[in-house]
T-cell receptor
């Protein structure tokens, strides 16, 4: 069963606007949540993370929101830039090094 | 600080053969995890090694195995290759000494093609 879902396989956003990527999960045991960005032929690059004791974490243009009751995670990028075009994965873990990845969302920033 | 390195970057094998992939973690990192990425299944966790011991394991058959050396370098082996093993194999390292929350840093991957 798919414990972590990213329901939008792709998303197109105008440059300068806000990009919102979403991630839903089923297992309430997850206690640490990460976002990775991936370009073709490269490994995923860590972007930002949040622990289950928080509901928001901000780093520059990137903000991650966690709604534990809804089992929902989102990544906001504002303002969006052409270099943000990539595939974004949410990754969840509970107490160990095993990451459970979402299915990915391909973000395209339109100049 | 050098990143995670993986060798080789590309590999072509035939069914029935076996293959060994190598990963060198970031200096000071003691945990190495392996993932398989395929178009149909996304990124799937294979196993994690910490201090030369397998600490976590995913749901892959016994044909997939690994090991870690005293310098934290890790190898992954796949025996009796099948067509479905064609994938990008990613290695990730982290300090590994805390509870969940150690961000993992990925290498560029090894692209394995099985013919």
């Amino acid at each position: 069963d798919q414990q972590v879902k990213q329901n939008s396989p792709s998303l197109s956003v105008q440059e300068g606007r806000i990009s919102i990527l979403n991630c839903d999960y089923t297992n309430s045991m997850f206690d640490y949540f990460l976002w990775y960005k991936k370009y073709p032929a490269e490994g995923p690059t860590f972007l930002i993370s949040i622990s289950s004791i928080k509901d928001k974490n901000e780093d520059g243009r990137f903000t991650v929101f966690l709604n534990k009751s809804a089992k929902h995670l989102s990544l906001h990028i504002v303002p969006s830039q052409p270099g943000d075009s990539a595939v974004y994965f949410c990754a969840l873990t509970f107490g160990n090094e095993k990451l459970t990845f979402g299915t990915g969302t391909r973000l395209t920033i339109i100049p | 600080k050098a990143g995670v390195t993986q060798t080789p970057r590309y590999l072509i094998k035939t069914r029935g053969q076996q293959v060994t992939l190598s990963c060198s973690p970031i200096s000071g990192h003691r945990s190495v995890s392996w993932y398989q990425q395929t178009p149909g299944q996304g990124l799937q966790f294979l196993f994690e090694y910490f201090s030369e011991t397998q600490r976590n394991k995913g749901n892959f058959p016994g044909r997939f195995s690994g090991r870690q050396f005293s310098n934290s370098r890790s190898e992954m082996n796949v025996s009796t290759l099948e067509l479905g093993d064609s994938a990008l194999y990613l290695c990730a390292s982290s300090p590994g000494t805390g509870t969940g929350g150690n961000e993992q840093f990925f290498g560029p991957g090894t692209r394995l093609t099985v013919l």
